[in-house]
């Protein structure tokens, strides 16, 4: 059974670079099938999708992060990761890392993200100084 | 604001039939499936509905996806005080182009 977990500081100062891991254990994340994505929630606010990436390094990225924002692979430990860079009060939030499934779509020709079926439990950042 | 409008809150009684809306466009609803997403504070989301209609193994019956043009609802029969949560629709933005979409979330209060 694939299990995901957060890990990363729990406090970054505005203008930094926050940067979380999502360890995979269960699975591994090259063996195709599957996308692995970045959501997070906003305090009292609803959730907001970041980004997936692709075993082969495809990713798609929330268009209102997209300078900021990268997601990697790191295949020889099992995990992947976000990078987010100047950082500002906007973005606490807890933040989850998830699997979804990789769903092919005739009408375009590939395949895409699916459901996210395999969740995290969240790990909360809080940007201040 | 989200794209995706869902009301904030919705509620009923033990046994009873709720249903949760969620409102988009051509872009997103209209042409691309919806998801669902139960959420309890401090706990992972769960996938409720994928596919407009699909339940995971595991999800029970009571809980049922549909989707109408620009539309789409999640119906919960025999409504428990376990599925007191909030819920959120999801579906990719803008034609498959690259994003997705959740909606602002309804909270399910269990009376």
């Known amino acids: 059974q694939v299990q995901l977990q957060e890990s990363g500081p729990g406090l970054v100062k505005p203008s930094q670079t926050l940067s979380l891991t999502c360890s995979v254990s269960?699975?591994?994340?090259?063996?195709?099938?599957?996308?692995w994505s970045w959501v997070r929630q906003l305090p009292g606010k609803g959730l907001e999708w970041i980004g997936f990436i692709y075993y082969s390094g495809t990713t798609y990225y929330n268009p209102s992060l997209n300078s900021r924002l990268a997601i990697s692979l790191d295949t020889s430990n099992n995990q992947f990761s976000l990078r987010l860079t100047s950082v500002t009060a906007a973005d606490t939030a807890v933040y989850y890392c998830?699997?979804?499934?990789?769903?092919?779509?005739?009408?375009?020709?590939?395949?895409?993200?699916?459901?996210?079926?395999?969740w995290g439990l969240g790990t909360t950042v809080t940007v201040s100084s | 604001q989200s794209v995706l409008n869902q009301p904030p809150s919705a509620s009923g009684t033990p046994g009873q039939r709720v249903t949760i809306s969620c409102s988009g466009s051509t872009s997103n609803i209209g042409s691309n499936y919806v998801y669902w997403y139960q959420h309890l504070p401090g706990t992972a989301p769960k996938l409720l509905i994928y596919?407009?209609?699909q339940r995971p193994s595991g999800v029970p019956d009571r809980f049922s996806g549909s989707k109408s043009g620009t539309s789409a609802s999640l119906a919960i029969s025999g409504l428990r005080s376990e599925d007191e949560a909030e819920y959120y629709c999801a579906a990719w933005g803008d034609s498959l182009s690259g994003f997705v979409e959740f909606g602002g979330g309804t909270k399910l209060t269990v009376l």
């Open positions: 596919r407009n209609d």
């Open positions: 269960g699975g591994s994340i090259t063996s195709g099938g599957y996308y």
């Open positions: 998830a699997r979804a499934w990789s769903y092919y779509y005739p009408s375009v020709g590939y395949s895409l993200p699916d459901a996210m079926d395999v």
